[in-house]
C-alpha cells in the first residue's frame, strides 16, 4: 500500500502552550515605542487583547497607564504573573489579567484603545475573526481606537527554516531556538514548528520543549470585508511600527480603526 501522505496543516491551533517561560526571549521590541505613543494620545483604559506574557501591557503599565491584559493561555498568564511580582507595586497595580479567549469575551468595561499586538491571525477562521473584531467593537468607546496588526500573507515564505543565536538564562545555562515555516497558500493557512533547546553551561541539552502553532494568511481584501462587516473604518494604516506608508513590500500591514457610525 502507498504510504498515507501527512496533512500538515490539519487540526492546527494557536499553540504556545508550555513555552511561555521561552517566548520573550527571541521577541522584537520594536513595536513598543509604537503603541506608547498611541496610548499617550487615547489615554487609559486600554485592551491588550492576546497579551501573551505581558510584553505590551507592562510597557504601558510603566508609562503610567490602566491596561487589561487578557489571554487564553494558561502558560502566558503564569509567566505574565510571574513578571508582575517582579515589578513595583505601582506598575502590577496598573494592569488587570483576564484569561478568556479573544473570539468570546465579555468584561463590564469600555476602552479607549484596544491592541492586538501580531496575534489576530490565531483567529483561524473567518467566523472566528469575526468574532473576535465583534467583541473588540463591543468593548470600545464611542472615540475609541483599535489598533490592528496584520501580517502582509504576501511577504511569507512557502517554506522556510530559522535558527536564533543561543539566549543565556540562569544557572548559566542557554536556550536557543529552531524554527521551521510553512504556509499553504490555497487553504490560507500558515503552520510554525518551534523547538526550544535548552543546554547547560558544558553545552549538554538539559531540556527539549517543541511547540506547533498556526495562523491564517489574510489578504488584503479578506482584512478589508473582515473589517467592513465588523462595523469599523479605516482611519489610516501604515505598512509598520516607524509609520512608514502600507505597499505590497511592506512586511505587516497595520490598520488604525474606528467604529462606524450605524444608520
Not at 522584537?28 to 506574557?53: C, N, R, W
Not at 510571574?82 to 478568556?100: H, Y
Not at 496588526?149 to 536556550?175: C, K, M, W
Request: net charge negative; aromatic share 8%; with cysteine.
Amino acid at each position: 500500500m502507498p504510504e498515507e501522505k501527512i496533512d500538515l496543516f490539519s487540526g492546527l491551533s494557536p499553540g504556545y502552550d508550555g513555552v511561555g517561560e521561552f517566548y520573550d526571549l527571541f521577541t522584537d521590541d520594536s513595536d513598543i515605542p509604537f503603541y506608547i505613543q498611541h496610548a499617550e494620545k487615547m489615554g487609559s483604559p486600554i485592551l491588550d487583547v492576546a497579551a501573551g506574557t505581558g510584553r505590551v501591557s507592562l510597557a504601558l503599565a510603566r508609562e503610567g497607564f490602566e491596561v487589561v491584559a487578557l489571554d487564553c493561555s494558561a502558560s502566558m498568564l503564569a509567566d505574565f504573573s510571574r513578571k508582575l511580582q517582579q515589578v513595583p507595586l505601582p506598575v502590577s497595580g496598573r494592569i488587570t489579567l483576564i484569561q478568556a479567549n479573544m473570539e468570546q469575551f465579555k468584561l463590564k468595561q469600555r476602552f479607549s484603545l484596544i491592541i492586538i499586538p501580531h496575534s489576530f491571525s490565531h483567529a483561524m477562521t473567518t467566523e472566528a475573526q469575526l468574532a473576535c473584531l465583534h467583541c473588540v467593537r463591543q468593548h470600545m468607546s464611542e472615540n475609541g481606537l483599535f489598533i490592528l496588526d496584520l501580517y502582509n500573507p504576501e511577504a511569507q515564505y512557502a517554506h522556510a527554516r530559522f535558527e536564533d543565536l543561543p539566549v543565556s538564562i540562569a544557572n548559566g545555562r542557554t536556550v536557543e531556538r529552531h524554527g521551521e515555516i510553512s504556509s499553504d497558500s490555497d487553504r490560507r493557512i500558515l503552520r510554525v514548528d518551534l523547538q526550544y533547546i535548552v543546554r547547560s553551561a558544558d553545552g549538554s541539552i538539559v531540556e527539549t520543549v517543541k511547540d506547533t502553532s498556526g495562523a491564517a494568511l489574510i489578504s488584503d481584501v479578506e482584512a478589508d470585508l473582515l473589517i467592513r462587516k465588523s462595523g469599523f473604518e479605516v482611519i489610516s494604516e501604515a505598512g509598520g511600527f516607524d509609520n512608514s506608508p502600507y505597499d505590497t513590500d511592506s512586511s505587516r500591514r497595520i490598520l488604525f480603526l474606528k467604529k462606524k457610525r450605524r444608520k
